[in-house]
Structures are given as structure tokens and as C-alpha cells.
């Protein structure tokens, strides 16, 4: 299927690895414009080398941006000039009791998994209604519907990205401007890995047969997602044929929530 993608310029926070490095990779397929962004020039250096081998011809760059510092931020606006795609993919995740988590680490986590949209949302979005074309892509997560207990500062997070993907939808009617968020489910990203200790310590499917049956039992397919499976959906939205899809939360979680919408 063509995804009509091709010359399209797009975005993608916090894509050097994992979800955002897969979209990055599915779009530069489809012939889009890509602007990757990691958090030093190393890292994005690397996820370059990476795509180009798998997609020669992709169209890709990349600009570093740490979005808990807000003068990289401004300066990163100014670098990507016109964009027709923004995924605001970029988020930090740490298991904490509720009862541990300091003020401090409540304002990272908002500033970064919140206000990075925020910000460049609020950047990008005149350019797109003044071309009468053009997505906004929240990459939320089940969390921020069911709400886990061992990191509720991220929970928060994910349910904002919700509000605010719905809140801006609402600017957008009666254009071909849209803003939708996809929930990914638990995804085998190099974080997950790291943190399940998968490859070091246990192998995927310890791993998966333990965490589905404790933390994750409503889960339908009973295994982690891949990062394309995530990918694929973000890319369909990304399209213009995603054009009646618009404040829409699309779930890619494997069943783990338990409602039909």
C-alpha cells in the first residue's frame, strides 16, 4: 500500500531507539523527509548509520535536543524549519513507589513526557493550518489508562498526552489538520530489555511468561509488542489516508486494555 508519504517532512522526538527509531526507519521508507532527534550527536549518529543501512536511500538527518532543557528546545524549533509530521514520541520511564517519587522528579517527568508536546505542538501546529495539511501524533501508552501502581508519575503523564492529543484536535475542525494519539501496550524496546533484564539475566520468554501472568494478565496476545507493530499504526496515521481519523486514541496494546474502546 502506498502511504502517500512521499516529500512529506516529518519529526519524531526521542527517536535513536525503540519505537520512535522504527518509525523513523517506516517512514523514511515510504519516502518521507525524516528528522530524528536523540539527546547527543553520538546518539543520533548511530540510529542514522542504522536506518541508512536498512533504507539506503532514505531522506534523514537528525538534531539533538535534551527536552528537559528548554534553550535546546528553542533552538531545535528554529532547526527544523516547515513540518508537515510531528510525533511527539520522546519519554522517560522509571519504576518508583508513589510514596518515593520527589517533586523534582514529578516536574522531569511532566516537563519531558508533557511539555515536550506541549511545546512543540504549539510550534508547529500554525504552520499546518495555514497549509491545511498536516498530523500531530501523541505516542501515549495503556498506562495512561490503566494507571500503574510501581510509576504513577509516568500513568500521569500517558493520561495528559491523551487530554492534550483531544484538547488540539478540537482547534482543528473543518481542516485536513489532524491529532491523534496511539497507545502502545508493552513493547520489547532496548528500555524494556534493559529493565527486564532480557539477554543478560533471563531470556524473552522467562521474561514474557512472568510479566504477562503478574503485571500484565489481561493482555490478549501474552507478549510483548515489537517496536514496527507500533510503528505500522503510527505510520497509517501519519498518512493522508488517515484523513477521517482525527482526536482518536488507537490503541496498539495487545488487548491489555479491557474495553472495546
Same mark, same amino acid.
Given at each position: ?36 532527534? $536523540? /539527546?547527543? %550527536?553520538? *546518539?543520533?549518529?548511530?540510529?542514522l548509520k ?8 532514505? %531522506?534523514? =538527518?537528525? +538534531? ?8 535546546? +528546545?528553542?533552538?531545535?524549533? %528554529? ?22 517519587? %520527589? ?18 505542538? /504549539? ?16 505516542? @501515549?501508552?495503556?498506562s495512561g ?11 500521569? *503523564?500517558?493520561?495528559?498526552?491523551? !487530554? ?6 478540537? @482547534? ?16 520489547? @524496546?532496548?528500555? #524494556? ?9 533471563? =531470556? ?12 500484565r494478565p ?23 489516508? =488517515? ?5 482518536? !486514541?488507537?490503541?496498539?496494546?495487545? $488487548?491489555? #486494555?479491557? *474495553?472495546?474502546?
Amino acid at each position: 500500500m502506498d502511504l502517500q508519504l512521499n516529500d512529506k517532512r516529518v519529526f519524531i522526538s526521542g527517536s535513536t531507539k525503540g519505537i520512535g527509531k522504527a518509525i523513523a526507519q517506516t517512514l523514511a521508507a515510504e519516502g518521507a523527509t525524516v528528522i530524528i532527534n $536523540g /539527546r547527543s %550527536k553520538e *546518539t543520533i549518529d548511530t540510529a542514522l548509520k542504522d536506518i541508512k543501512k536498512e533504507v539506503p536511500n532514505a %531522506k534523514i =538527518s537528525g +538534531i539533538a535536543c535534551d527536552f528537559g532543557k528548554l534553550d535546546e +528546545i528553542e533552538s531545535l524549533i %528554529k532547526g527544523c524549519g516547515e513540518i508537515d509530521i510531528l510525533i511527539n514520541n520522546v519519554g522517560i520511564f522509571e519504576p518508583v513507589d508513589f510514596l518515593d517519587i %520527589k517533586d523534582a522528579d514529578w516536574q522531569k517527568f511532566y516537563d519531558i513526557n508533557v511539555l515536550s508536546g506541549v511545546r512543540l505542538s /504549539r510550534a508547529f501546529l500554525p504552520q499546518m493550518l495555514k497549509r491545511d495539511w498536516g498530523r500531530i501524533i501523541f505516542i @501515549s501508552s495503556e498506562s495512561g489508562i490503566n494507571i500503574p501502581e510501581e510509576m504513577v508519575h509516568y500513568g500521569m *503523564t500517558k493520561t495528559a498526552q491523551l !487530554a492534550l492529543s483531544r484538547g488540539i484536535a478540537e @482547534s482543528t475542525k473543518g481542516t485536513k489538520v489532524t491529532v491523534n494519539s496511539v497507545l502502545p501496550g508493552p513493547t520489547l @524496546s532496548e528500555g #524494556v530489555k534493559e529493565f527486564a533484564g532480557i539477554g543478560e539475566e533471563q =531470556s524473552r520468554e522467562e521474561v514474557e511468561k512472568k510479566f504477562f501472568k503478574t503485571e500484565r494478565p489481561s493482555s490478549l496476545i501474552q507478549r510483548f509488542a515489537e517496536p514496527q507493530e507500533v510503528a505500522n499504526m503510527v505510520a497509517y496515521v501519519a498518512s493522508p489516508l =488517515s484523513s477521517a481519523t482525527n482526536g482518536a !486514541a488507537l490503541k496498539v496494546d495487545g $488487548g491489555v #486494555v479491557k *474495553t472495546a474502546f
